[in-house]
């Protein structure tokens, strides 16, 4: 950050402007008024050695250096730096939700695409509004937060995604089917070693079955989560273009970001562990 704010100094169009400003000013004046002499006794140095331009660019360079020194100090200069920062962090921001989503874009089935699509498009009118209106510290806030729940979204989408292609609907119904062929076929064994074992296969079965069920549960728990989401971005936006932003609305959006962010925490800890056992069962 300093070293882009000096940057930022160095590289000011006034700046440079003031470098060979003074430069053509004073290659064209010292020579005519006979002070280069005299500037040479007072540095110390031969007259022929302060003969060519090299002074010139000395001097030059010591005034634009001064410019470059009140600029670090101007309270306008710090406060315009500030806002082209912030306006790079926000694009940089949107930036990598939009390849987020363009890599998650191609994973998803149609429908899911373009609830994503939808998303995308109203974080980029909030983004643009922001851009082309009025640019508050509250505004910024909003802004940001906005960008970041937009991550959230494309993080837990990716998390649905991952969680339904594992927890299959049709396998559902046919554990049911097995479950009662099987539990049929108990009440008609004669054979004691035949009712342990197809007794066995049910208890599996069935823990298998609570177990996909509950993988459904919680599905449903993250679809409504992203609905949630996309109906806060979709208020979000409304506000942002009416310029109803509020510091009620920023702590809805951060306490938002951190729930979603908790949620998929939770959720890939969840489906790891669950791989991580299915491998050692097998």
């Known amino acids: 950050m300093k070293l ?35 500037f040479g006794a007072v540095a110390g140095i031969e007259a022929a050695a302060v003969s060519g331009s090299s002074i010139f660019i000395i001097m030059s ?7 470059v020194v009140q600029s670090l100090l101007s309270h306008e200069f710090r406060a315009e730096f500030a806002r082209r ?20 874009k191609k994973k998803l089935e149609l429908k899911a695409q373009t609830r994503l699509s ?79 074992e197809l007794q066995r296969v049910i208890d599996a079965d069935e823990k298998m079955l609570e177990s996909l069920k509950n993988e459904r549960f919680e599905l449903e ?5 992203l609905q949630y989401m996309e109906s806060t971005i979709g208020m979000l936006k409304y506000n942002i273009i009416s310029n109803l932003e509020s510091e009620d609305i920023l702590n809805t959006l951060a306490n938002e970001v951190n729930e979603a962010s908790a949620l998929n925490s939770v959720l890939t800890e969840r489906y790891e562990e669950r791989r991580e056992g299915s491998r050692i069962r097998l």
Request: proline share 1%.
């Open 61 to 67: 360079l010591l005034i634009y250096g001064g410019f």
């Open 4 to 38: 882009n704010f000096i940057k930022g100094a160095m590289l000011l169009r006034r700046n440079i402007i003031a470098f060979f400003a003074s430069y053509l000013i004073l290659s064209f004046a010292l020579p005519r008024l006979g002070l280069l002499s005299l």
């Open 85 to 104: 920062e912030t306006i790079l962090e926000i694009r940089r921001m949107s930036e990598e939700c939009h390849q987020s989503a363009r890599i998650l």
């Open 221 to 225: 728990r993250i679809d409504a989560r």
């Open 118 to 196: 939808n998303v995308l498009k109203e974080t980029d009118e909030i983004v643009q509004s922001f851009l082309n209106g009025d640019k508050t510290e509250l505004k910024v806030r909003v802004v940001q937060q906005s960008l970041k729940l937009t991550s959230a979204y494309v993080k837990l989408a990716d998390m649905f995604r991952v969680r339904a292609f594992a927890s299959d609907g049709d396998k559902i119904s046919q554990l049911a089917r097995r479950i009662n062929a099987n539990a049929a076929n108990l009440n008609n064994a004669r054979d004691q070693m035949v009712a342990d």
